[in-house]
């Protein structure tokens, strides 16, 4: 892997942990130029995760936020710094 993650490993990763119907990764780190944790390239440390999975059916945001946390740890040992997450259960 990149010492800097992308986008497109980290919609990868979730694709094969979470198996969502639907994705989206934004790679939004360049809207966060001199805040904390920005490594100065403008890419790779803050990210935005909309995401519907079958997996967070009947639990709660934050068990749903843990579940994408937990899929992408080794990324957030890389220097992802901070993920917005938008994570929904597939309409009936």
Do not use: C, W
């Not at 942990?17 to 790779?44: F, K, M, R």
């Amino acid at each position: 892997m990149n010492p800097t993650p992308t986008a497109d490993q980290l919609q990868q990763r979730l694709q094969q942990v979470l198996q969502p119907s639907q994705l989206e990764v934004i790679d939004e780190s360049h809207q966060h130029h001199g805040h904390a944790g920005t490594n100065g390239t403008g890419l790779g440390t803050h990210f935005r995760v909309r995401i519907t999975a079958g997996a967070f059916a009947g639990k709660s945001a934050v068990a749903r936020h843990r579940l994408v946390y937990d899929a992408l740890q080794d990324f957030m040992d890389q220097g992802l710094h901070a993920l917005a997450i938008e994570a929904q259960t597939p309409q009936a």
